[in-house]
């Protein structure tokens, strides 16, 4: 047996996120879940990028795991007891100390691409993980992933067209990897699942090492 298929037997695994990104890579890996994404309103406390994406992550486990709990406390006669993995995640990009979320609007998608144009930058996707178990105990581990990607040099009529297509107003940074904007980038340096959202292999490593 897999230990995928070890982990599809053991938990019910919920991801809380709405990335198709994310989604894909947890396909990938042989996991079977279900997709409860976190409304919550982000909060950040931190100013490094490292913390500021563990705990963007944790957030969002945490309040997916709330709202389980309170479903099933709820609605006792129509759940089947349960342990329980709750997965978390955020991704952001930063250049030195400048951190780039997802882009306000057009404006914002261009100085971000300029700024990254030419220059090396951080990816950093933080994971938490959220254990329930079906007697009510909760466990919680966080980690995360960087890797270094650099751009080549941009020019305006790059930018404009990219921006164009719609494409970077949902990522962080303001491009995706995996898309038109791939030829963007000269190098990456670390694992390229990490850049598309979800470091698919270190979640996979830190699980066996925890369950």
Known sequence: MSFAQTLNSKFKIILASASPRRKELMELAGL????????????????????????????????????????????????????????????????????????????????????????????????????????GRVGEHVFCEETKVTFCDLDEDDIDSYIATGDPFDKAGSYGVQTSSAVFVRSIEGDFFNVMGLPISGMMQELKRIV
């Open 32 to 135: 079977e879940f279900d997709i409860w994404p976190s409304d919550k309103e982000e909060a950040v406390t931190s100013t490094v990028p490292k913390e500021i994406c563990m705990e963007l992550s944790r957030q969002k486990a945490e309040d997916v795991a709330a709202s389980i709990k309170t479903y099933n406390e709820s609605h006792e006669d129509l759940v089947t007891p349960t342990d329980m993995l709750i997965i978390g995640a955020d991704t952001i990009v930063a250049l030195g100390d400048t951190v780039f979320g997802k882009p306000r609007d057009e404006d914002d998608a261009r100085r971000m691409l300029n700024a990254l144009s030419g220059n090396t930058h951080s990816v950093f996707t933080g994971v938490t993980f959220v254990f329930m178990s079906s007697s």
